[in-house]
């Protein structure tokens, strides 16, 4: 029971850390003129360094607990000795962190190769600004409505919306949903982390409204920041309970 206690208490704490971040980053959306917002959030600077840091450390976290993953002494999916959802985590987190700051590209002075130049919005070397994952054909031409819904942001939102909410509230709430996350040893995010996910979201939207029709571009770096930011608190939380509890990461 005391361990409940503090275990609740711990979780307030850090909600309210995480709802003070989010108000802040969001309160200097609403107040940054374009002009600082560009130094804000442009290449390198303050805010996409910020988001690299987090899949940096939210990689290395997830690595960590893969390798230690072993020592629980159980079998995993398909009988396997570590949980590899540990590893697709940590791989993913580290690719972000490559595709955040484009592989090195300019921190090492790199030159981006001209056939991948003129495939790739930013002439970066990196994959998610590839014209095929982008919502245009190529800098002029728009896709079509249907083919311009599927590109990289709706894949990212997709992929936060279905593993950071949409399994903590099946967790939460159906039991079959849960025995089978238990089976399969499938890390759930805490349910009270879910609804912060659904918050930025929310915040993102509401004030890009209110900034139409001249919502300057760089501000959704402050979304993909605060995101960045709860994906290493989720990162942070696994590592968390598997040090207070050598059992499985599920709620």
Same mark, same amino acid.
């Given at each position: 029971?005391?361990?409940?206690?503090?275990?609740?208490?711990?979780?307030?704490?850090?909600?309210? #850390?995480?709802?003070?971040?989010?108000?802040? +980053?969001?309160?200097?959306?609403?107040?940054? /003129?374009?002009?600082? =917002?560009?130094?804000?959030?442009?290449? !390198? *600077?303050?805010?996409?360094?910020?988001?690299?840091?987090?899949?940096?450390? /939210?990689?290395?976290?997830?690595?960590?607990?893969?390798?230690?993953?072993?020592?629980?002494?159980?079998?995993?999916?398909?009988?396997? !000795?570590?949980?590899?959802?540990?590893?697709?985590?940590?791989?993913?987190?580290?690719?972000?962190?490559?595709?955040?700051?484009?592989?090195?590209?300019?921190? &090492?002075?790199?030159?981006?190769?001209?056939?991948?130049?003129?495939?790739?919005?930013?002439?970066?070397?990196? &994959?998610? *600004?590839?014209?095929?994952?982008?919502?245009?054909? !190529?800098?002029?031409?728009?896709?079509?409505?249907? @083919?311009?819904?599927?590109?990289?942001?709706?894949?990212?939102?997709?992929?936060?919306?279905?593993?950071?909410?949409?399994?903590?509230?099946?967790?939460?709430?159906?039991?079959?949903?849960?025995?089978? #996350?238990?089976?399969?040893?499938?890390?759930?995010?805490?349910?009270?982390? =879910?609804? &912060? &996910?659904?918050? *930025?979201?929310?915040?993102?939207? @509401?004030?890009?409204?209110?900034?139409?029709?001249?919502?300057?571009?760089?501000?959704?770096?402050?979304?993909?920041?605060?995101?960045?930011?709860?994906?290493?608190?989720? +990162?942070?939380?696994?590592?968390?309970?598997?040090?207070? *509890?050598?059992?499985?990461?599920?709620?």
């Amino acid at each position: 029971m005391v361990k409940t206690k503090q275990v609740t208490k711990r979780n307030y704490i850090y909600s309210f #850390l995480i709802l003070l971040f989010l108000i802040v +980053s969001y309160a200097l959306t609403c107040t940054l /003129s374009p002009e600082k =917002a560009n130094v804000l959030a442009g290449e !390198d *600077n303050l805010i996409e360094t910020f988001s690299a840091v987090c899949y940096f450390f /939210s990689a290395c976290i997830l690595f960590y607990l893969f390798f230690r993953s072993k020592s629980f002494k159980r079998k995993y999916l398909w009988g396997t !000795d570590r949980n590899y959802f540990f590893l697709f985590l940590g791989l993913l987190f580290f690719v972000s962190l490559g595709e955040e700051i484009s592989w090195g590209q300019r921190i &090492f002075n790199i030159e981006t190769p001209e056939w991948l130049g003129e495939i790739n919005k930013q002439q970066e070397t990196n &994959f998610h *600004n590839l014209y095929f994952l982008q919502p245009e054909v !190529d800098a002029e031409n728009p896709k079509s409505m249907l @083919v311009r819904w599927f590109n990289i942001d709706r894949v990212y939102t997709l992929f936060w919306l279905f593993y950071c909410v949409l399994i903590p509230i099946l967790n939460k709430y159906s039991p079959k949903a849960q025995n089978i #996350l238990r089976k399969i040893h499938l890390p759930i995010v805490p349910i009270w982390i =879910a609804y &912060f &996910f659904l918050l *930025n979201f929310i915040l993102q939207n @509401v004030i890009e409204i209110i900034y139409l029709p001249n919502y300057p571009t760089e501000l959704s770096e402050f979304y993909e920041n605060n995101t960045a930011f709860l994906f290493l608190v989720v +990162s942070i939380t696994f590592l968390s309970i598997g040090n207070s *509890n050598s059992k499985t990461l599920v709620e």
